[in-house]
């Protein structure tokens, strides 16, 4: 682990720098800025990387972890959480990460999302919302917004969009909350708190595409988009003290749910020890 006193160096310490950079990202996405909060929030709580497996699927998002020099699995597309799920029930005493995005998530991978919400297996997710598809060519996503442009939505995006957050809750993690590529001190402390929630912990974070998002709906750059963020983003505390017109418009970020509930792998190694007695006893 780098120390405090070290923290020049926190990029060389987890990063694979001689063999995976430059990376693929274009020029000002939010991938790095989720990917550098990841690093800050591991070297801070001192987990052995060793002891630190990090899981995706595919997409633009789905290459962070090529670049980590941690246990990794770059697997195949929407099945992020299947292959994390089985890291896992492996290797329970491993903090198992898993990085995703919306499409890779929600559209091929969802009945996995649904499921591991609802079987509750520890795992922290950093789902990386841009809104599209940004790697295979701007197609719109289950989080695209309605009326949005996209290469497959030329006329505009007519299908509603998934809330992850109310999707999440509803199937059964017991950690939920959404931070943003702008609120990065915030989007720390809330992978900070994934990562030590016994049970899965969703954790959405918004980002921008400005190379195909930003450009078909005219919501300018990168910086223009980050900025975006920092308008519209709530707090969730300063969101429960407005009147619902006051929130036309704005997205509420911060902790959003938290419960206590039976965690998959333990439920898992109870039946093992009961069955073990019962033979036993035989």
Not at 19 to 31: M, T
Not at 68 to 74: K, M, R
Not at 104 to 120: E, T
Not at 161 to 168: E, G, S
Request: proline share 3%; hydrophobic share 40%.
């Amino acid at each position: 682990m780098a120390t405090q006193g070290q923290r020049s160096d926190i990029t060389h310490h987890y990063l694979r720098a001689k063999k995976k950079f430059p990376n693929v990202w274009c020029a000002g996405c939010g991938n790095g800025i989720v990917m550098g909060a990841l690093i800050r929030t591991i070297d801070r709580m001192g987990l052995d990387k060793d002891n630190v497996a990090v899981v995706s699927g595919i997409g633009c998002s789905s290459r962070l972890p090529v670049y980590l020099d941690f246990n990794t699995l770059h697997t195949t597309h929407g099945r992020a959480l299947a292959f994390a799920t089985g890291v896992k029930m492996a290797k329970p005493h491993m903090k198992v990460i898993v990085i995703t995005g919306d499409g890779d998530a929600l559209a091929i991978g969802g009945n996995h999302f649904i499921h591991a919400c609802r079987r509750n297996i520890d795992l922290t997710t950093i789902l990386i919302n841009n809104r599209i598809y940004g790697m295979t060519g701007g197609q719109f996503s289950p989080t695209t917004t309605g009326g949005a442009y996209a290469t497959t939505a030329p006329y505009g995006n007519y299908e509603k969009q998934f809330d992850i957050v109310k999707l999440a809750v509803a199937a059964g993690a017991s950690y939920v909350a959404r931070g943003t590529v702008y609120h990065v001190q915030q989007l720390e402390k809330l992978i900070e708190g994934g990562i030590n929630k016994k049970g899965l912990a969703i954790i959405e974070a918004f980002s921008n595409c400005h190379t195909y998002y930003g450009r078909m709906n005219r919501e300018g750059d990168a910086v223009a988009m980050i900025s975006w963020m920092k308008d519209h983003a709530m707090p969730i505390q300063a969101a429960a003290k407005l009147p619902p017109e006051k929130m036309v418009g704005k997205f509420v970020t911060g902790l959003i749910h938290e419960t206590e509930a039976s965690e998959f792998c333990e439920e898992y190694q109870k039946l093992i020890d009961r069955l073990a007695v019962k033979e036993e006893g035989k």
